[in-house]
């Protein structure tokens, strides 16, 4: 039997096959162990492959692709529907076997390993700094509980860690300068580990020319750059600057019926990297507002009608679609256009 569709469901160890031939009879249905895979594609003509964009999925989706076969990514959650009746293995290969094939199914992009890296120093550092702000936050409870506060910000654990760092200060009992000191050389280590990887952010982002370009967009800087560079390798995958936004996840939950609209509010759906760097960068443009309103006009307006956090979303759904305006068509930001709306 010819075979020409197959389903793959992937895990860590146990990957389930569902193939079909051209008259979509099930021809193969078995369970591969992880070093089986390469070998058993290897032995097939080339065909439609679907897998679900979860963990290794651009990795396998390389590697299926190297070997001939049009593989092709798809939202877990679009998969779903396809599923019948319980979830298992098996059930879970057939639904992606189904679904490929749909002609409205949703397909993701797939990654390069360049892009994959790129990314991974993204969230490397936003581990760390979650991190580090958890560190942070141990210091100062604990001093605390003995009575020492400082202010917030740097110059406040600035503060706390000459304290503990000084044994002439008899403020602090013998057992807990010395759990405070792991503490604060954890906090040195990790601000250095952080501050390697920005070298390398920044490194990249003066080596890529989008990168450069969306710096120069009002609220976005280099991390938010090199982000939706990395991100974003064919902005021709997105119809429009909302197709963008909305992938992102910077429009309205929609709970419609009966020509009815209802709109709530921005999901947890899309990119939530992408989404915090903008809805950040938004929030510092706006305090950046109120201090010179004349420069944004249109932002002053927006918050004489609206709550700030309404606003600060709606300035971050603009960002994103100037974003793929400039990927998408080339050129830079010019400062005037925001002032003209």
């Known amino acids: 039997m010819q075979i020409t569709t197959i389903g793959l469901d992937i895990a860590k160890n146990v990957f389930q096959v569902h193939a ?3 008259d979509e009879n099930v021809v193969v249905r078995k369970q591969l162990r992880r070093g089986q895979v390469v070998r058993f594609f290897q032995d097939l003509p080339p065909c ?3 897998l679900e964009a979860c963990a290794t999925s651009h990795y396998w989706a390389r590697e299926l692709a190297k070997l001939g076969h049009d593989v092709r990514l798809m939202p877990a959650r679009d998969v779903k529907a396809y599923v019948k009746r319980n ?3 098996a059930a879970d290969a057939a639904a992606i076997c189904e679904a490929v094939r749909r002609p409205t199914m949703r397909f993701v992009s797939l990654k390069s390993a360049e892009q994959q890296a790129q990314l991974m120093q993204h969230r490397a550092r936003d581990l ?3 991190q580090r702000t958890q560190l ?3 210091i100062r409870a604990h001093m605390a509980e003995l009575g020492i506060t400082a202010a917030q910000g740097r110059s406040g654990i600035k503060e706390l860690l000459a304290i503990i760092a000084d044994e002439r200060d008899m403020h602090l ?3 807990a300068r010395a759990s405070l000191m792991v503490l604060a050389a954890q906090l040195e280590a990790m601000q250095t580990s952080i501050g390697l990887l920005e070298k390398r952010i920044v490194a990249r982002h003066r080596s890529n020319q989008d990168s450069k370009r969306l710096e120069t967009i009002p609220g976005i800087g280099v991390i938010g750059a090199t982000a939706i560079a990395a991100t974003v390798t064919d902005p021709a995958a997105f119809q429009s600057g909302r197709d963008f936004a909305a992938w992102v996840g910077l429009v309205p939950r929609q709970d419609s019926t009966g020509g009815k609209p209802r709109l709530g509010p921005i999901s ?3 990119d939530r990297y992408l989404r915090r760097i903008l809805v950040g960068g938004a929030v510092s443009l706006l305090r950046r507002a109120k201090l010179s309103p004349q420069r944004y006009p249109w932002v002053t307006q927006m918050l004489a009608r609206r709550p700030f956090k309404v606003v600060a979303i709606a300035l971050a759904n603009k960002m994103a679609r100037i974003a793929w305006a400039l990927l998408a068509k080339g050129g830079t930001y010019q400062r005037l256009q925001l002032a003209a709306v």
Do not use: E, Y
């Open 48 to 50: 439609l492959v679907g």
């Open 173 to 175: 009992p013998l057992d």
């Open 136 to 138: 942070i936050n141990a």
């Open 87 to 89: 979830k298992n293995d």
């Open 268 to 270: 947890k759906q899309g």
């Open 20 to 22: 079909i031939d051209g």
């Open 128 to 130: 760390l700094m979650r």
